[in-house]
């Protein structure tokens, strides 16, 4: 792949390390934006580009512009925003946050409308990941767009996988992250439990990695749980807008999903209680008896 001309908005715990892959794999990042002018200066001054004062200052710098932002709200005032699409005819935006299906469908439609190209490219891993360039990206949007950027995105990930038109992989992780949050509020509750009946956690972990209790979520979270190790990967407040977006496609669809339903309820809790910016293993905090979620 010839260097192209990379900006990124939204340098938060994901943009930013996204950036640092790019510029030490040759890529030239050159401007970021973030809403935190402080976080930009900062990045830009690692990377040795431009902190823009702008979104569509960020966007004149560039040939691709990576978007980073955190829901459906952001997104639509971002692209909305006509100033950012401003001679922006022949760029490629590839947005990677996880927002809804609808938004990527009504975002693709504004970005063509200028002459410019649109790819969503949903994340399925976190911080570690968007380091070191091992992401699991879910693309959804026209195949030639995706073709011309996946070199680009190979990058960034160890599985960059074209799942179909513009909205598709957004349903994607929507269901990925539906099942997660429901996967992690139910190790909660075992281990909740199990401390309840005085077992030794760290032995009923070991027998649920072997058994049906088994999970990706264990692996990552189970020892986070039982040690109150909730320094943030991924927040509960997004586990709350992410299971909110396959709720709403279940809806949709005529369709009740109780168990997505619970688990909503529980990260919106956790929000009621202040604890939204804690990881999503916080959940434990709300099913261990001799924890007090406000103290966490």
Partial sequence: MNPTPVAIIGVGRMGA???????????PVTAVYDLRP??????????????????????????????????????????????????????????????????????EALVEAVGAFSMEACMASSIPQAREGSLYLMCGGRKEVFERVAPLLQILSKTCRYIGPAGNAAQVKALVNMVMN?????????????????????????????????????QTDGEDMQNREHSCFFSAAHAAKDSGIALNLARQHQLTLPLAEATLHQYQRMMDLGLGELDKSGIAELTFHDRSPRSA
Wanted: proline content about 2%; aromatic content about 2%.
């Fill in 182 to 218: 429901i996967n992690t509020a139910g190790l909660a509750e075992g281990l909740g439990l199990g401390q309840s009946l005085g077992l030794d956690l760290t032995m009923l972990r070991e027998v649920f990695s072997e058994t049906g209790a088994a999970s990706r979520v264990l």
């Fill in 38 to 107: 402080e976080a930009a200066r900062s990045l830009a001054d690692e990377l040795g580009c431009m902190a823009a004062s702008t979104p569509a200052a960020a966007t004149a710098k560039a040939n691709i512009v990576l978007t980073v932002v955190t829901d459906d709200l952001a997104m639509r005032q971002l692209f909305q925003a006509q100033a950012l699409l401003h001679e922006a005819a022949g760029k490629v935006f590839i947005n990677c946050a996880t927002v809804s299906p609808e938004l990527h469908r009504e975002v």
């Fill in 17 to 27: 390390n996204m950036a640092r892959r790019l510029h030490e794999q040759h890529v």
